[in-house]
């Protein structure tokens, strides 16, 4: 039996010029890599978001005990218990400009409902960022 | 069956230098991650628990300064010392009684800082070293202030 057998196809491959990485190769690179940036792995420590919404929570409290709703009063006191950030009031729809937002993308949205003088109800959004 | 000398040769040459390459790079990189990881193991287990103890402790203070303001504790003011409405009979969240803040104790630093720029020192800190402090808007007195609630570490 005089057969010939010829693996053209792996001998084209063998002869194409690069690098060749196999599998453990790329899982020690992988490995190293991962290895490399876990110990800059960014930990919100301060739980920043948690307090944000706990104080704007607190806001919401206060403001709900008086019924007047006057925005001025709003905004300033936006501004007492986040002075290093920005956001707007949205009451019942309507924008109150507290300060420019510098990081849109990093925005809080903190929503509730209050009850006014002559048991108007208004959705109220703290936008914090 | 016959395999030419040429492809033989050929197949077994090629596999020798890629299997070498591999080899030497995962080499080369699972020393580099040895490297690291004994330059870096006492560093890390510090900084972890470094992280843990800090977390546990902004956690903790951020649950107390939680309950301050939405319980009413005569027994342990810290954590509560919101005002109990009798006419309501419910304690007004946020609302503090200043009487129960008064007597607060336990924490390292708990002062008031009010809307015109006044500050009430309840229990100060200072020198205690590194603080970690709690910030809630109330309603206090017909005022509306922050109320600061701290612990040291040192």
């Known amino acids: ?129 | 069956m016959r395999i030419t000398g040429d492809t033989f040769m050929c197949l077994k040459h090629e596999k020798g230098i890629i299997f070498s390459f591999d080899l030497g790079f995962a080499f080369i990189a699972l020393c580099i991650m040895m490297y690291f990881i004994l330059l870096n193991a006492d560093a890390m287990i510090d900084e972890g628990n470094s992280r843990i103890r800090e977390f546990d402790s902004y956690s903790r203070n951020l649950l107390i300064a939680d309950s301050a303001v939405k319980n009413y504790d005569m027994e342990n003011p810290l954590l509560g010392s919101a005002h109990y409405n009798l006419g309501k009979r419910r304690v007004e969240e946020n609302v503090i009684e200043p009487a129960l803040l008064a007597r607060v104790e336990g924490a390292d630093i708990v002062f008031l800082e009010y809307r015109d720029n006044s500050r009430e020192t309840i229990i100060d800190g200072k020198e205690k070293g590194e603080c970690i402090v709690a910030e809630r808007f109330v309603f206090l007195g017909g005022r509306k202030a922050k109320l600061n609630i701290g612990f040291c570490s040192g």
């Not at chain 1, 005089?2 to 196809?9: F, H, L, P, S, V």
């Not at chain 1, 903190?110 to 936008?127: N, Q």
Request: hydrophobic share 45%.
């Open chain 1, 1 to 129: 039996m005089d057969e010939k057998i010829e693996i053209k196809g792996l001998e084209l491959a063998m002869d194409e010029k690069g690098l060749y990485l196999g599998v453990e190769a790329v899982l020690s690179l992988v490995i190293l890599v991962m290895l490399l940036s876990a110990p800059y792995a960014k930990t919100d420590i301060r739980m920043d978001e948690l307090q944000i919404m706990q104080k704007a929570h607190d806001l919401l409290k206060v403001w709900g005990m008086d019924s007047s709703w006057n925005e001025k009063e709003m905004a300033e006191d936006f501004r007492f218990v986040f002075p290093n950030k920005g956001g707007r009031i949205t009451i019942g729809g309507k924008d109150v400009e507290v300060a420019e937002c510098r990081n849109q993308d990093e925005a809080h949205f903190i929503k509730g409902y209050l009850i006014g003088s002559e048991s108007r109800l208004a959705e109220i959004v703290l936008t914090v960022c």
